[in-house]
């Protein structure tokens, strides 16, 4: 995919808009109107109305909401993710996953530094954690959102066949460069096919931080395992009542309850391993890592009687 242009491609209004980052932090009103004066030049550029979104939102100016609608309006796939910068200023998230073009627009261009920031920086843990959950030998895997191959890592020696599926061809780039897996796919998680092959463990490793409703996805892994098979992902967590909540950093968070309760109903025994996935900012990022076991299929029930689910301390 072709990265959105930050440009304009007009001199003039390039120039207002580095005129109004001088502006920054100090002046954000006059900042914005300089924007808005440049995309009276260029009234379709979509990062200029996002931009603009940006300094209105964090200054607390009225009209961000309209911004970031524009910028949508100048680039439907939305690369910008503008919908969810819209959202958070609203009370909940209208959107229950984000825009598949924004996801790899974002992911093609982390690729090339995306293992350095992760392990060096943020000291990312959430591979590392689901492998202390599974036991060896694996058989035949499908890492989900593979990324750069970090979770297939992990994976690789207990393995009989590891194929990875991603939405972004440049993580995929990586991920191919190391051979570590048997087969890389692109595919879009948000729009799968019905599933076409049977696995013993599929995996999703700080993956479903993009997915807010997690409904189909579950539904599909359910379909897609043996009976018996494992089920092994992360989420960042929340406590409040919603299944879901967008973030301010535009990452999903989702709430156990909730959880325990869909995968019960897709089948489940799921057990829950509370644990910092990651820094951030400084901070610990909490989430759990969850280990689902499909049930027999005799002993399945459609109403979501027959399932449990555990807390695991650390």
Do not use: N
Not at 114 to 138: G, N, T, V
Not at 162 to 167: C, F, H, R, S
Not at 185 to 200: G, I, M, N, T, Y
Request: glycine share 10%.
């Amino acid at each position: 995919m072709i990265p959105i242009s930050l440009s304009s491609g007009d001199l003039l209004a390039d120039r207002r808009a580095e005129y109004a980052e001088a502006l920054l932090p100090g002046d954000p009103a006059a900042a914005a109107d300089l924007y808005l004066q440049a995309l009276d030049l260029v009234p379709g550029w979509a990062a200029g109305w996002f931009r603009l979104g940006e300094i209105r939102a964090d200054a607390a100016l009225p009209g961000a909401e309209t911004a970031f609608e524009a910028a949508i309006a100048a680039d439907p796939a939305d690369r910008l993710g503008a919908g969810l910068r819209r959202d958070l200023l609203r009370d909940r998230s209208l959107a229950d996953a984000m825009p598949s073009a924004f996801v790899e627009t974002l992911f093609d261009q982390y690729a090339p530094g995306f293992d350095a920031a992760l392990l060096d920086r943020l000291d990312y843990r959430a591979p590392h954690l689901m492998a202390q959950m599974l036991s060896s030998p694996f058989g035949r895997v499908l890492d989900l959102g593979c990324g750069t191959g970090l979770m297939g890592a992990e994976l690789r020696a207990g393995s009989e066949w590891l194929e990875g599926w991603d939405i972004s061809t440049e993580m995929l780039r990586a991920a191919r460069q190391k051979g570590i897996y048997d087969r890389l796919e692109k595919h879009d998680l948000s729009r799968l096919a019905p599933p076409q092959a049977v696995w013993d463990v599929i995996t999703a490793a700080d993956v479903f931080a993009y997915l807010g409703a997690l409904e189909r996805i579950v539904g599909w892994v359910s379909q897609a395992l043996r009976p018996g098979g494992r089920f092994a992902f992360t989420v960042e967590t929340h406590t409040g009542p919603e299944a879901y909540v967008l973030r301010p950093t535009r990452r999903y968070a989702h709430a156990q309850a909730h959880l325990a309760e869909l995968l019960d109903q897709a089948g489940f025994e799921v057990r829950f391993m509370p644990g910092v996935l990651r820094q951030d900012g400084g901070a610990p990022i909490h989430g759990h890592v969850v280990h689902a076991v499909k049930r027999p299929l005799a002993l399945q029930d459609p109403h979501g009687a027959g399932g449990s689910a555990q807390h695991l301390p650390v």
